[in-house]
């Protein structure tokens, strides 16, 4: 197997770089790391996805690199892997390639630096949440969630009003997933929004949070229209009534 990585035939490298990761064995690390300068690009894809399934930290540093890479999909898959390795060495590199030209390179830097639950990366996500693109920051929603930084309550105050439906739905949820106090006055607001989803996840999150404040608008929640947010009201109901 290790040989077909040297093979001159580019999918049969690809092939032999999957077969590996997916056997598990980090003897593979090294010989995979040289394959990492691969001529071909999917090659070197599939080559950052074994280095990611291995989880062996000794690929940390050349997965860094590979957020540099002329592909695309290469510096995506490597965002992947480095969050797959939960190595916090990778955080300020990581922070950097939120910059990255590619939407779906910053999307999956975002997953990653959610991943990594590494604080020293809260200011980089809170900027993702201005991100031109909306599945950024509906990702960038969820990776504060997952770090669980109070400092990430204010940034996410503001995402409870982005014009997508889809990031105040995970901003709502990550605002939960915080448990801050703070949170609840434009969580009750979130409860009057256009979409069924949204007004579900922030019952959820003013119950998860548990601050009475919110008792009074959750019983008026209960008239809402869409019975799967009439039961997340009640659910939160029982939870701040305690």
């Known amino acids: 197997m290790l040989n077909a990585l040297r093979s001159s035939v580019w999918v049969a490298r690809r092939n032999a770089a999957w077969a590996l990761g997916a056997l598990r064995d980090t003897r593979a690390v090294p010989p995979l790391i040289?394959?990492?300068?691969?001529?071909?690009?999917?090659?070197?894809?599939?080559?950052?996805?074994?280095?990611?399934?291995l989880r062996d930290p000794r690929a940390t540093s050349p997965l860094i690199e590979a957020l540099k890479d002329q592909e695309t999909s290469v510096r995506r898959q490597a965002a992947w892997a480095l969050g797959a390795l939960r190595d916090t060495r990778a955080t300020g590199p990581l922070v950097e390639t939120l910059k990255d030209r590619e939407a779906s390179v910053r999307e999956q830097t975002v997953w990653a630096l959610g991943a990594l639950r590494d604080r020293t990366a809260v200011p980089g996500l809170a900027?993702?949440?201005?991100?031109?693109?909306?599945?950024?920051?509906?990702?960038?929603?969820?990776?504060?969630?997952?770090?669980?930084?109070?400092?990430?309550?204010?940034?996410?105050?503001?995402?409870?009003?982005?014009?997508e439906a889809g990031v105040r739905e995970q901003a709502a949820w990550a605002s939960g997933a915080l448990r801050d106090r703070t949170s609840v006055p434009p969580l009750i607001a979130l409860l009057g929004d256009s979409e069924p989803s949204v007004r579900r996840q922030a019952a959820w999150a003013l119950g998860a949070?548990?601050?009475?404040?919110?008792?009074?608008?959750?019983?008026?929640?209960?008239?809402?229209?869409?019975?799967?947010?009439?039961?997340?009201?009640?659910?939160?109901?029982?939870?701040?009534?305690?």
């Open 34 to 53: 040289d394959a990492l300068k691969d001529r071909e690009g999917q090659v070197r894809e599939q080559v950052v996805w074994a280095l990611g399934a």
């Open 127 to 163: 900027k993702a949440l201005e991100d031109s693109d909306p599945k950024v920051r509906r990702q960038a929603a969820w990776a504060l969630g997952a770090v669980r930084d109070p400092r990430a309550a204010e940034p996410l105050a503001a995402a409870l009003k982005d014009r």
């Open 209 to 242: 949070v548990g601050d009475a404040r919110a008792l009074e608008p959750l019983l008026t929640a209960l008239k809402d229209a869409d019975p799967s947010v009439r039961r997340q009201v009640a659910w939160a109901i029982g939870v701040v009534n305690k």
